[in-house]
């Protein structure tokens, strides 16, 4: 041992600092302080320095650093025989990875390992060597313990409706002034719009992506590639579906922010999980929309009539729509045939299980099929609209008088709840200055509290139910103006069908059930 000590010692010197411990007051944890330390020893103890190896910004738990890589390819090219760190935290914070480099990587490969203010050298007999595993140990407990403390501390922003992601939902930005909020981007937030506008004429995910595509449109990736790059990837340019879906199921266009979608595995593993939707955090209103609500909702009733539609050259216009009346599958519609072209439709389960024989064929001339389903479903429009006639001239008087009953209602409510909380606030502080005393007080509170709890539990209710007749009268007017506008078309558009239908079923015995948006009944 004394033989080994008295070699010539070719030193690396490694330091690091992770980001965590920026956050540290200590400057003992700083780069250029780390340095000194370690040049001061080396001078102390005549020490030849081969090279100096800094990682900044690098995680202890992870050992893939740029210095730290080639740290390890200088000892195996045999430049270096001894490493040197402030202390054992600095080589590392994963205390299986740690142990292995101490006791098996260093040994192996004839290093001596010293950090310094752990007092751990690995060629001397030392019982400060003995309790280096639980050194190790010890690190590992503390940077499970930042992780913990900086997910709890990300949480509790996401739970304020602060935005803390990283790359921005496509149509935002970071607000110059507060980067936990997000601001509209004009030029994206106007593709955003114009995808909306497109689902709701009826394109799937598909022929929206291929309009964009041919019209050379720029994608998400370009901007993202711009801004952090300085210059566009010629690898992309090209709009796909899932793209496309992404940013039709996308809350945050209408204002509430949705975050904690996807988590890393643990501290040591960074591996990127994507999280239950039931572990979403969602704060509704943080920023400005790009989509209006109603629009948002109404796409989201779509997205499933257009879900699975093959992309062929003719498009049908009940595509998506129709289902088996008695196995509950899709049923899809052929390609026409050349020799008489028709074409005709069949159940999905069917065709897939055709030698099981769990479901039948289904088929009928789709032709044949939409004539009656537009004539039904005109029939039902006509009926709807005269049945809306009736109903509005008999209960708009009604819904007038309801109306400025219940605002008057809603305007005396908030008054009493504001006087009540001021009675909360009067009481207080005579029990401050002792105008009454402890028992007194708390016999008022809990008498006001009581009271504002049901005046509060009133004004929910009524809130509400103004809101609700609202939304019901808003709906009724789009339903109205899709019913009037498929009224007075001589062939109705898709954009009108998916609007109008939720779902058609088809049973074996030629039985078709029409499910509408505008009524309950078939």
Not at 319 to 336: A, F, P, Q
Request: include cysteine; charged fraction near 30%; charge should be positive.
């Amino acid at each position: 041992m004394l033989e080994s000590l008295n070699k010539i010692y070719n030193v690396g010197l490694y330091i690091r600092l992770s980001r965590e411990d920026d956050d540290k007051t200590l400057e003992s944890e700083s780069i250029t302080n780390q340095k000194s330390l370690l040049l001061q020893y080396v001078k102390e103890n005549n020490l030849r320095v081969y090279d100096i190896y800094i990682d900044d910004g690098y995680s202890g738990t992870n050992f893939d650093r740029p210095d730290f890589n080639r740290l390890l390819k200088d000892i195996e090219l045999g430049k270096i025989n001894m490493v040197i760190t402030k202390d054992m935290s600095r080589l590392g914070r994963d205390y299986i990875g740690t142990g292995n480099l101490i006791e098996k990587y260093f040994p192996e490969h004839n290093v001596r390992y010293i950090a310094v203010t752990d007092n751990i050298d690995t060629f001397l007999d030392s019982s400060n060597n003995d309790i280096a595993p639980f050194k190790a140990i010890m690190n590992d407990m503390y940077a499970k313990d930042i992780s913990k403390k900086i997910k709890s501390s990300l949480k509790a922003k996401m739970k304020e409706g602060k935005w803390v992601g990283g790359r921005t939902p496509f149509g935002y930005n970071q607000d110059k002034n507060d980067k936990n909020h997000l601001v509209i981007n004009k030029e994206q937030a106007d593709i955003v719009k114009r995808i909306f506008d497109m689902c709701l004429e009826g394109l799937s995910f598909y022929k929206i992506a291929k309009q964009l595509t041919n019209e050379k449109v720029k994608t998400p990736a370009e901007y993202y590639s711009f801004e952090w790059k300085g210059h566009y990837n010629l690898r992309y340019g090209q709009w796909h579906s899932k793209t496309i879906r992404d940013i039709l199921t996308n809350r945050m266009y209408i204002g509430d922010l949705v975050q904690n979608k996807r988590s890393k595995v643990n501290y040591k593993v960074k591996k990127i999980v994507k999280n239950n939707t039931n572990d979403y955090i969602v704060v509704e209103n943080t920023h400005e929309a790009i989509i209006d609500k109603e629009i948002f909702y109404e796409v989201q009733k779509i997205i499933p009539k257009n879900k699975g539609r093959n992309e062929k050259k003719e498009n049908h216009l009940l595509d998506g729509l129709l289902y088996c009346g008695d196995c509950g599958h899709r049923i899809s519609i052929k390609s026409r045939r050349k020799k008489d072209n028709r074409c005709y439709t069949i159940c999905n389960y069917y065709r897939t299980y055709m030698k099981q024989r769990l479901c039948t064929t289904h088929s009928n001339n789709y032709d044949e099929l939409e004539k009656i389903i537009i004539n039904s479903l005109t029939k039902m429009c006509l009926n709807y609209i005269n049945k809306d006639k009736i109903k509005y001239s008999v209960l708009n008087n009604l819904k007038d008088s309801n109306k400025i009953n219940n605002k008057k209602e809603l305007e005396i409510l908030i008054l009493d709840i504001k006087q009540i909380n001021n009675n909360l606030d009067i009481i207080y502080i005579d029990k401050l200055n002792k105008k009454i005393t402890e028992e007194q007080f708390e016999r008022v509170k809990i008498k006001l509290e009581n009271e504002l709890s049901i005046k509060q539990k009133k004004y929910n209710e009524l809130n509400s139910n103004i809101n609700n007749s609202i939304s019901k009268e808003s709906k009724n007017k789009v339903i109205i103006k899709y019913i009037n506008k498929f009224l007075s078309m001589e062939k109705p558009s898709r954009e009108l069908i998916i609007n109008l239908i939720d779902k058609i079923e088809i049973f074996e015995d030629k039985t078709i059930n029409i499910k509408v948006t505008f009524s309950n009944n078939y």
